[in-house]
C-alpha cells in the first residue's frame, strides 16, 4: 500500500491548508485512515482519524478547527485545517490501517508532509 499526501505549505497564523493522502488500497480492506503529526523534538501524536464507517475522532488540540473527510471512493483522505495557530507546525503523516485477508490490521504510514504556521 502507498500512501501519497499532499498540501503542506507555509500559511500565516489564523490562516487555512487542505492536505490530501490517496492510498493505493481497495476501499474495502481499509479499516481507518488518518492524520498524525511529529513537531521537533515531540513524539508522534494523533490529530484525526476516520473509521470505514465513518467516525471521526480528533485531538482536543484541533477540534473546532479541523475537519477530517473521505472522498466518495473512500480511498483518499483530506484534512481542512482552518484557524491554524504556531502550535500546529509540524510534519504531518498520512496513516492507513489495513484489513489483511488472514484476519488482522497493518499499518501504512505516507511520506510527511511539512506544515509551517507561522507570520
Known amino acids: 500500500v502507498q500512501l501519497q499526501a499532499s498540501g503542506g505549505g507555509l500559511v500565516q497564523p489564523g490562516g487555512s491548508l487542505r492536505l490530501s493522502c490517496a492510498a493505493s488500497?481497495?476501499?474495502?480492506?481499509?479499516?481507518?485512515m488518518g492524520w498524525y503529526r511529529q513537531a521537533p523534538g515531540n513524539q508522534r501524536e494523533l490529530v484525526a482519524t476516520?473509521?470505514?464507517?465513518?467516525?471521526?475522532n480528533y485531538a482536543d488540540s484541533v477540534k473546532g478547527r479541523f475537519t477530517i473527510s473521505r472522498n466518495n471512493l473512500e480511498t483518499t483522505v483530506s484534512l481542512q485545517m482552518n484557524s491554524l495557530k504556531p502550535e500546529d507546525t509540524a510534519v504531518y503523516y498520512c496513516?492507513?490501517?489495513?484489513?489483511?485477508?488472514?484476519?488482522?490490521?497493518?499499518?501504512?504510514w505516507g511520506q510527511g508532509t511539512l506544515v509551517t504556521v507561522s507570520s
Open positions: 496513516h492507513l490501517k489495513k484489513r489483511l485477508s488472514g484476519g488482522g490490521l497493518a499499518n501504512y
Open positions: 476516520i473509521t470505514s464507517g465513518g467516525t471521526t
Open positions: 488500497a481497495s476501499a474495502f480492506s481499509i479499516s481507518l
